[in-house]
T-cell receptor, first 114, second 114 residues
Framework: DTEVTQTPKHLVMGMTNKKSLKCEQHMGHRAMYWYKQKAKKPPELMFV???????INESVPSRFSPECPNSSLLNLHLHALQPEDSALYLCASSQVEQFNTEAFFGQGTRLTVV | GENVEQHPSTLSVQEGDSAVIKCTYS??????FPWYKQELGKRPQLIID?????GEKKDQRIAVTLNKTAKHFSLHITETQPEDSAVYFC?????????????FGTGTRLTIIP
């Protein structure tokens, strides 16, 4: 199984809503990542979890709150988002036991904030 | 932080011809250079990668070259086919043990003309 599964695929939310994005992998990867990708732009790193601990936060606004409840799951909790937060949110995972390994991406959640 | 520049932003190639995409990076400590292909509406997928201790790597029709001194690396696709049409991203990382922090280039939209 080399899949990273993200749910939901599409999400429309109001600026006062609270929602969560979910990501799951069963490859035994102990590093998991959230990226944000705007249209016609490259993915931009938001958060990195290593062994279920947050290791990198790329100065992301607090309205985005990541959570890694176990080694297979990664969540991104959303609250009071702005329309400019509309984007494709990609989850990825990789091994950490080997130095510099492939990051496997999920298919993304396309988020629209209205 | 790392800065990755990618050229050209768009590239049209006749089917069967070769395509070359070039990237430069700024951080001499970067040591892992993957290339991702992203088809419209789909996830980025790794097509080839190279580590800093290697100058060239080939996988069938795809090759990557790395010049550490000049801090640039290139993707070469030979005998292009319509299914090669996609956006290609180069990336650079100086991943530490337990982390993988990719910085992506701005992307190249490759169109193969039948």
């Amino acid at each position: 199984d080399t899949e990273v599964t993200q749910t939901p695929k599409h999400l429309v939310m109001g600026m006062t809503n609270k929602k969560s994005l979910k990501c799951e992998q069963h490859m035994g990867h102990r590093a998991m990542y959230w990226y944000k990708q705007k249209a016609k732009k490259p993915p931009e790193l938001m958060f990195v979890y290593s062994y279920e601990k947050l290791s990198i936060n790329e100065s992301v606004p607090s309205r985005f709150s990541p959570e890694c409840p176990n080694s297979s799951l990664l969540n991104l909790h959303l609250h009071a988002l702005q329309p400019e937060d509309s984007a494709l949110y990609l989850c990825a995972s990789s091994q950490v036991e080997q130095f510099n390994t492939e990051a496997f991406f999920g298919q993304g959640t396309r988020l629209t904030v209205v | 932080g790392e800065n990755v520049e990618q050229h050209p932003s768009t590239l049209s190639v006749q089917e069967g011809d070769s395509a070359v995409i070039k990237c430069t990076y700024s951080d001499s400590a970067s040591n892992y250079f993957p290339w991702y292909k992203q088809e419209l509406g789909k996830r980025p997928q790794l097509i080839i990668d190279i580590r800093s201790n290697v100058g060239e790597k080939k996988d069938q029709r795809i090759a990557v070259t790395l010049n550490k001194t000049a801090k640039h690396f290139s993707l070469h696709i030979t005998e292009t086919q319509p299914e090669d049409s996609a956006v290609y991203f180069c990336a650079a990382s100086k991943g530490d043990f337990g982390n993988e922090k990719l910085t992506f280039g701005t992307g190249t939209r490759l169109t193969i003309i039948p």
